[in-house]
T-cell receptor, first 115, second 112 residues
Framework: AQSVAQPEDQVNVAEGNPLTVKCTYSVSGNPYLFWYVQYPNRGLQFLLKYITGDNLVKGSYGFEAEFNKSQTSFHLKKPSALVSDSALYFCAVRDTRNAGNMLTFGGGTRLMVKP | NAGVTQTPKFRVLKTGQSMTLLCAQDMNHEYMYWYRQDPGMGLRLIHYSVGEGTTAKGEVPDGYNVSRLKKQNFLLGLESAAPSQTSVYFC???????????FGNGTRLTVT
């Protein structure tokens, strides 16, 4: 079975400060990991993914994420937050042993960036 | 290029009524998915399809049926709506195991 946990319902950060949104996962094989962002009344938009290779993945809008196999984590980071980064963020995992190609999402973390 | 289009955007049903949600994608993707989004629960997979003519159950399939008669379309049906099916429904499509999903803008369904 595959699962994802986002331990924080909300993260508050001041504009210009670094931000981190946490994600941990559980799979039986190897993980494919994704981050998505959702703005109000919209569908999810892809930010970045980890499939294999370099543990530090860079994505859209200046976001990056670090894959840590020993801690089974894939935390989303940005060096300097913008007010426009305020949104709902979802981590997702797909187990390489999942023949059905199903993606499992975490519960989401609301990021609030204050001016 | 429209991407993934969902219709309708909003719908209110009474308990016991039926309806069909339509999802259309113009990216020639093999895989299509229906998710529901509820507060604090993230997205949960209802049904999915790995190609035209195929469907499979996801995490929460009860009370829903799907069909994929054409590659570009994936229909979600509610035969007898219940208040527990009040949710926001998202359709997504993708190509391959490594590829990200493309989402529609959702259908907000209320069952009274």
């Amino acid at each position: 079975a595959q699962s994802v946990a986002q331990p924080e319902d909300q993260v508050n950060v001041a504009e210009g400060n670094p931000l981190t949104v946490k994600c941990t996962y559980s799979v039986s094989g190897n993980p494919y990991l994704f981050w998505y962002v959702q703005y109000p009344n919209r569908g999810l938009q892809f930010l970045l993914k980890y499939i294999t290779g370099d543990n530090l993945v860079k994505g859209s809008y200046g976001f990056e994420a670090e894959f840590n196999k020993s801690q089974t984590s894939f935390h989303l980071k940005k060096p300097s937050a913008l007010v426009s980064d305020s949104a709902l963020y979802f981590c997702a995992v797909r187990d390489t042993r999942n023949a059905g190609n199903m993606l499992t999402f975490g519960g989401g973390t609301r990021l609030m960036v204050k001016p | 290029n429209a991407g993934v289009t969902q219709t309708p955007k909003f719908r209110v049903l009474k308990t016991g009524q039926s309806m069909t949600l339509l999802c259309a994608q113009d990216m020639n993707h093999e895989y299509m998915y229906w998710y529901r989004q509820d507060p604090g629960m993230g997205l949960r997979l209802i049904h999915y399809s790995v190609g035209e003519g195929t469907t499979a159950k996801g995490e929460v399939p009860d009370g829903y049926n799907v069909s994929r008669l054409k590659k570009q379309n994936f229909l979600l049906g509610l035969e007898s709506a219940a208040p527990s099916q009040t949710s926001v429904y998202f359709c997504a499509s993708g190509q391959g195991r490594n590829s990200p999903l493309h989402f529609g803008n959702g259908t907000r369904l209320t069952v009274t």
